[in-house]
């Protein structure tokens, strides 16, 4: 056998091999989950919810704080990220939000070990910076997406020429005179 028709048949073989492979590894892509859309109440009750529980933060930083990884947790899966775990859902927002993924990850690693008793001001310094870094991902998973529900414009009505019987043409410079 030549070389020529051994390095054919070894490339035709890897190009099979590519082939069978490739469906199996795009199924297991985190990347390719569909981003549910949010109606505009659903947002406005997120963000109200957030501003609430930044507010209660002075008076109770560790509830604050652990009820800013719930509704991040529930924002995340109604835009249809993994509900079956934490560790799930947190991947595959990294692969979506990879700058953002550590304000989460900071602030549910805080989250899960904060005492409702610790009022020393060190740890609430701690927990207001977990609860300022998880802020942004927020940010992303409640702002608007183009798939989002938005309300119809007004309907645009425009008024016949009555002396031509038309619609006007609406003029992008000086009128030329023809």
Request: glycine content about 6%.
């Amino acid at each position: 056998m030549s070389t020529v028709t051994l390095i054919i048949l070894l490339a035709a073989l890897a190009a099979m091999a590519g082939l069978v492979i490739a469906p199996s590894v795009r199924q297991g892509r985190k990347g390719d989950l569909p981003v549910r859309s949010l109606p505009s109440e659903a947002r406005e009750q997120y963000a109200a919810r957030w501003a609430g529980l930044q507010e209660r933060f002075v008076d109770s930083p560790g509830w604050a704080l652990r009820e800013a990884d719930r509704l991040l947790g529930a924002l995340a899966v109604d835009r249809g990220y993994p509900a079956e775990s934490e560790e799930k859902r947190m991947d595959a927002l990294s692969v979506r939000h990879p700058e953002e993924i550590n304000g989460y990850r900071r602030l549910h690693a805080m989250a899960a070990r904060v005492n409702d008793n610790e009022t020393a001001e060190a740890a609430t310094e701690r927990m207001r910076e977990a609860l300022v870094a998880a802020r942004p991902l927020f940010e992303q998973l409640v702002r608007a997406q183009p798939h989002d529900e938005r309300p119809l414009p007004p309907p645009v009505t425009r008024q016949r020429d009555r002396r031509q019987g038309r619609i006007p043409r609406q003029r992008l410079g000086p009128a030329a005179d023809h």
